[in-house]
């Protein structure tokens, strides 16, 4: 009954989701003991696209550069195959995922922010620093990125990240300072 349906050739993303379990074969066991699980998810799915769509689209709206991000990705396929549906069942706007991901996404980009702002150049492309940046783009950091901070460089597991490179910085900071620099560096010889 499902595949002879026009409406699931629908494009929104949730149809597409859906479409996608029902050919990997997520709903075989329902379909050989005909219990009609599939033809409720699918209703579930037509009924949820709308709110689905809208979700995405408001978060692309206020983090369009984060849409490419790994974290982003997962949020997507878990959207689109039904993973959040009992939560949007009260709507897009009181979805409670819809706000935690608004929490995290806006977190992690004001994160990457102030680690901007507080290294050099330089230092950009330390392992440690690479780290972050690649565990906050692929979720690993979605636990500490609940809570906002007034400077996220201050954060704990930021903090390890950046001591290294602060040590480094002011040691050097330090040997431009020292006596021997008053006339400047000693020539080497």
Known sequence: KIAADHRLCDERQR??????????????????????AELQAFRKCLQLAPACEYILAKLNEHFE????WPRSQKFLRRLCCGEFDDDLEGGPEVASIYKHECRVRGNAGELLCHLHT????????????RQLVHDCMSGKLDSCLMEPHEDWTQ????????????SIRSKCVRAVASPQAEGGLPRPT
């Open 65 to 68: 550069t984060q849409k490419d």
């Open 155 to 166: 954060a704990d597991f930021v903090k390890k990240c950046l001591e290294p490179l602060l």
């Open 15 to 36: 149809v597409q989701g859906f479409r996608q379990q029902l050919e990997s074969g997520s709903f075989d066991t329902a379909l050989v003991n005909g219990q009609g």
């Open 118 to 129: 507080a290294l050099l150049p330089t230092e950009y492309h330390a392992d440690s620093v």
